[in-house]
């Protein structure tokens, strides 16, 4: 979710965002389209991407938080919350608080409209999701792709600028289809990758980025360091977004590559709505 070229292509979305925000279908991290998708996207400025690196190992990540949540991970806690879609306003439930620690599910931590983070949840960007993408950007760049992550870790401060400026030129119906408000966005969590080519920012955040050759390499093979496309085409009733060929999210080999391999979305691996 950035803001590359949202004014170029904010009435076609608007087009679209009626098909599942009226009808309370489940909404996650982005907005409904049975066919191709415009490009609504938030972005951050430059210095919201943070270059850490760290090689090593792929692995599973439960993110460092300075609060030090509790790391149950959901998988055996027997407590996992169970909204009511009957209440539901544009995927979010009405009335909804931020809770005090973060979801976990399977091990995986989980943030979309029915699952908000702690407001004082700041774990930066992930390391280990870091050092995939470097892997991966090495491996993409023998092939010719240059890529870039020109958007991951955001607070929720930053956030909240970007939720309001949206809603404020949008209105709040059009701006939930395509930015997470406060404390919903999978980009606070540090997992989230925003992924483009090298000189080719104009594909940065639009759904064009996914016809390119680079976009279809990263789509092939980002399971294969860890990464999931969040937001596929076709199952934006399910996330709640509209589809984002360039955002992608950490969540370790094996599930990445379950993921891929069975076609699903988190919701959907994780057995939550």
């Given at each position: 979710m950035n803001d590359w070229d949202v004014e170029k292509s904010i009435k076609k979305?608007?087009?679209?965002?009626?098909?599942?925000?009226?009808?309370g279908d489940e909404d996650?991290?982005?907005?409904?389209?049975?066919?191709?998708?415009?490009?609504?996207?938030e972005q951050p400025d430059a210095e919201e991407t943070k270059e850490e690196d760290e090689p090593g190992k792929v692995q599973e990540v439960t993110p460092e938080s300075p609060s030090k949540p509790?790391?149950?991970?959901?998988?055996?806690?027997?407590?996992?919350?169970?909204?009511?879609?009957?209440?539901?306003?544009g995927g979010y439930i009405?009335?909804?608080?931020?809770?005090?620690?973060?979801?976990?599910?399977?091990?995986?931590?989980?943030?979309?409209?029915?699952?908000?983070?702690?407001?004082?949840?700041?774990?930066?960007?992930?390391k280990k999701a870091r050092g995939a993408f470097e892997r991966m950007a090495a491996e993409a760049k023998l092939t010719g792709f240059n890529l870039n992550a020109f958007s991951t870790y955001r607070s929720f401060e930053y956030q909240t600028t970007l939720y309001e400026r949206y809603v404020a030129r949008d209105g709040e119906k059009a701006a939930d289809t395509y930015s997470a408000r406060p404390g919903y966005s999978e980009?606070?969590?540090?997992?989230?990758?925003?992924?483009?080519?090298?000189?080719?920012?104009?594909?940065?955040?639009?759904?064009?980025?996914?016809?390119?050759?680079?976009?279809?390499?990263?789509?092939?093979?980002?399971?294969?360091?860890?990464f999931v496309m969040r937001y596929p085409v076709g199952k934006e009733q399910i996330t709640g977004y509209?589809?984002?060929?360039?955002?992608?999210?950490?969540?370790g080999l094996e599930i990445a590559d379950e993921i891929f391999k069975k076609n699903l979305t988190l919701e959907e691996y994780l057995g939550v709505q």
């Open positions: 979305g608007q087009e679209v965002i009626g098909m599942s925000v009226a009808n996650a991290a982005h907005e409904t389209e049975p066919t191709e998708l415009p490009d609504l996207v509790t790391k149950n991970n959901g998988a055996g806690s027997g407590t996992e919350v169970k909204p009511n879609p009957a209440i539901d306003n009405e009335g909804q608080t931020l809770p005090k620690e973060p979801k976990f599910v399977k091990g995986i931590l989980l943030a979309n409209k029915k699952y908000p983070l702690p407001a004082t949840y700041a774990p930066g960007e992930d980009h606070q969590t540090g997992l989230a990758f925003d992924i483009g080519e090298v000189n080719f920012e104009q594909h940065f955040a639009s759904s064009s980025f996914g016809e390119t050759e680079a976009g279809k390499w990263v789509a092939a093979n980002a399971h294969r360091f860890g509209m589809h984002e060929s360039w955002h992608f999210r950490y969540v």
